[in-house]
């Protein structure tokens, strides 16, 4: 019975951290949509909205953080001095 007790505690910690996730990202796709389109220039208040950080893993490779808890890589190329993604 323990054990059954253990498992339905870990489970529902689990389903727990699944909707918070679920909501969190609602709330950055509810901020994207608010922006109306493509971004032109760099905007502060959205980048403060939306990345919890970013990490530079290899001299071509930035780990995007997003503040709903998912990551993605970026892989770029340096060219003629200017970056490239």
Do not use: C
């Amino acid at each position: 019975m323990n054990q059954i007790q253990t498992e339905r505690t870990t489970w529902m910690a689990e389903r727990a951290k699944q909707d918070s996730r679920i909501a969190r990202t609602l709330e950055l796709e509810a901020i994207l949509d608010s922006q109306g389109g493509n971004l032109l220039e760099f905007s502060d208040d959205l980048y403060t909205a939306i990345i919890e950080k970013i990490v530079v893993k290899e001299h071509t490779i930035l780990e995007f953080h997003l503040k709903n808890a998912l990551r993605f890589e970026e892989h770029y190329t340096l060219k003629r001095g200017r970056d490239s993604f």
